[in-house]
């Protein structure tokens, strides 16, 4: 499921942005191409819901990196249509998230936009518990 908010968000962007390059799970290099978005998964947390269900809690922070340093006008720019995209992603099996706590900032020269997106996770097959498994004795 995190690798469907990823790419939901890096579809997303590259569809607003196609002269942006967009890396994710890769380390960056010196020399990196400009402009470009940097997508990373930030925190993740779970809790039960009824009937079975979980919900998932994904943050997630995109870093633009921006073609000329210091042009804070650009950066705000960026940032009020990122947070658009970030409202509703699609994921692979065709329904979307909404990104909800939507905000950026801006830190040392670079755009920081993050979001959080809870999906529901139907129930997963459960495996034996402890005290339903038959007990096995060894022999020697």
């Not at 196609?18 to 380390?27: A, K, L, M, Q």
């Not at 978005?37 to 009824?50: A, I, N, R």
């Not at 997630?60 to 509703?88: A, H, M, R």
Request: aromatic fraction near 6%; include cysteine.
């Amino acid at each position: 499921m995190h690798k469907d908010i990823l790419d939901g968000i890096s579809k997303t962007l590259a569809k607003a942005f196609p002269n942006c390059t967009i890396f994710g799970d890769e380390r960056l290099r010196q020399g990196l191409k400009t402009p470009s978005f940097f997508l990373g998964l930030v925190e993740c947390s779970t809790k039960p819901l009824p009937g079975g269900l979980t919900e998932l809690k994904q943050h997630v922070e995109v870093t633009y990196f921006p073609k000329t340093q210091g042009d804070y006008q650009e950066l705000w720019n960026i940032g009020t249509q990122t947070l658009s995209c970030l409202e509703q992603i699609p994921l692979a099996d065709g329904s979307s998230a909404r990104g909800n706590s939507r905000r950026c900032t801006i830190n040392d020269g670079l755009l920081h936009i993050r979001a959080t997106y809870r999906l529901r996770l139907k129930p997963t097959q459960q495996t034996a518990l402890m005290g339903n498994m038959r007990r096995q004795t060894m022999t020697r």
